[in-house]
């Protein structure tokens, strides 16, 4: 008993609990032990890779231990006061040179295979730019004209800001405070987005890795791809996934303040309904697609995370058009959830001296113009939001300066596109 509880709160302290947590929760064929089978080919080829190296090693370790501890037993000193005297024994110094050579020549030859196999990109079906901000994905259908950006969905990013003790957390983590956060986003507490990548199954998708900002890194278990996102410069990988389904992952370089909160999801569609997805993206609509098939489809926690980019991709088409105050601010607050509550706070007392409050702001307050600009091009430790759309900037200028009290003037996205140069 004594024990168990000392166990618990150690692993809650070393954060055991969260990560054991998060490994089922975005893998889908990982028993949370081992590394996953995975749903590609190099996938499946790079887990025989692990385990033959596992193997390989568990051959090395009960031998030598098993050496070890014969000779630490049978030539103890009370059996064998006097001990052997030799040295420069031929045999065994050709053995043990011979011996590693053949294992690690045995190792890389396989290993070699799969790297060269990763490597070649050519003859893809289809190219998808991946560009790591912080802290968000943007992906790019090349040649489709089809590009948006993927962020932690609004569930999970509500729940982080309350924070773990506001969803009822004592400190330690028992097993119920498990089962509290395991249902958090239809199950997927921060490993949800609001837009997911949307590949066909069965086709080879080749994707094209950089960084806007700082080194990012694009990570996918279940694909085996892991790849840097370096601003500057171009990264090349593949996948061609056998299987159907949604897939997860995590930015794998330490990138910044909200490093652990831009998670991957990727729905694997048949070709029908990928090309559905395509075409709707490119009449500014919002697929079915992009519901997650199976799993998370059927969670009624992760549809409350899907209906809000539906509604903003539905009024995009008209962002010329001038807006009712109402419209603006119920967008503009969805728009501040997804990229401005991180620091600002949703409830806009920021967390000051390093992100200021918005209540009562001067910027919020004043002439729209400049509040407008700082959205477009940041300030200071604030990053530029230039890649949102007139409509979102509009909106969400619009919602800051109406709430909490702050008397700033409506803006029209017609203003927004007049201050981009
Ligand atoms: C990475 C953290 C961060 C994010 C995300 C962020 N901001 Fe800021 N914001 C700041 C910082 C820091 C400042 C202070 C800049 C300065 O004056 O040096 C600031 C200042 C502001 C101000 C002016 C406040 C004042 O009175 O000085 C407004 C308005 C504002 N941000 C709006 C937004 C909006 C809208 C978004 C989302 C689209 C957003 N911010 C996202 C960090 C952030
Ligand atoms: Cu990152």
């Excluded at 697609?289 to 409350?304: D, L």
């Excluded at 759309?389 to 009290?405: H, K, L, Q, Y």
Aim: charged letters at 15%; one cysteine or more; a neutral charge.
């Amino acid at each position: 008993m004594l024990m168990k509880g000392w166990l618990a709160r150690l692993a809650a302290g070393t954060g055991m609990a969260g990560a054991a947590l998060k490994a089922s929760a975005y893998t889908n064929t990982s028993n949370g032990y081992n590394m996953p089978t995975g749903v590609t080919e190099i996938a499946h080829s790079v887990h025989s890779l692990h385990m033959a190296v596992f193997y390989t090693c568990v051959v090395i370790g009960v031998l030598v231990f098993g050496v070890m501890l014969y000779s630490i037993v049978n030539h103890r000193r009370s059996k064998h006061p006097k001990p052997a005297d030799f040295h420069e024994s031929v045999k065994v110094e050709i053995a043990w040179t011979i011996a590693p050579f053949v294992v690690l020549i045995g190792l890389a030859i396989p290993a070699a295979g799969t790297l060269i196999k990763m490597e070649d990109t050519r003859n893809s079906d289809l190219t998808v730019k991946i560009t790591g901000y912080q802290w968000k994905w943007q992906y790019e259908y090349i040649g489709q004209n089809v590009s948006y950006f993927s962020t932690l969905s609004a569930e999970s990013n509500a729940a982080r800001q309350v924070g773990a003790h506001g969803l009822g957390f004592s400190g330690s983590f028992s097993e119920a405070d498990l089962d509290q956060l395991k249902k958090v986003d239809g199950g997927h507490y921060l490993v949800n987005v609001d837009n997911p990548l949307v590949l066909p199954v069965g086709k080879k998708v080749r994707f094209l890795i950089t960084g806007n900002d700082v080194i990012h890194a694009w990570w996918v278990p279940d694909f085996a791809v892991k790849k840097d996102a370096i601003p500057g410069y171009i990264n090349e990988v593949w996948t061609k996934v056998d299987q159907i389904g949604t897939y997860r992952g995590v930015c794998a370089e330490l990138c910044g303040r909200d490093h652990g909160f831009m998670p991957i999801v990727v729905n694997v569609v048949s070709e029908d309904d990928f090309k559905a997805f395509i075409a709707s993206k490119q009449a500014g609509g919002t697929a079915a697609a992009e519901a997650a098939p199976a799993e998370t489809a059927a969670a009624p926690a992760g549809s409350s995370a899907a209906a809000a980019p539906a509604e903003t991709a539905a009024a995009a088409p008209a962002a010329a058009a001038a807006l009712g105050k109402d419209d603006l601010v119920k967008k503009g607050q969805a728009v501040y959830t997804a990229n401005c509550a991180a620091c600002h706070q949703a409830s806009g007392a920021g967390l000051p001296p390093n992100f200021p409050s918005l209540h009562g702001s001067k910027v919020a307050n004043g002439p729209a113009e400049a509040h407008i600009t700082q959205i477009l091009k940041g300030k200071n430790l604030m990053p530029p939001f230039a890649q949102l759309s007139d409509e979102d900037i509009a909106a969400v200028a619009t919602f800051e300066r109406t709430s909490w009290g702050n008397q700033g003037s409506v803006v029209q996205p017609s203003q927004v596109a007049a201050l981009r140069k």
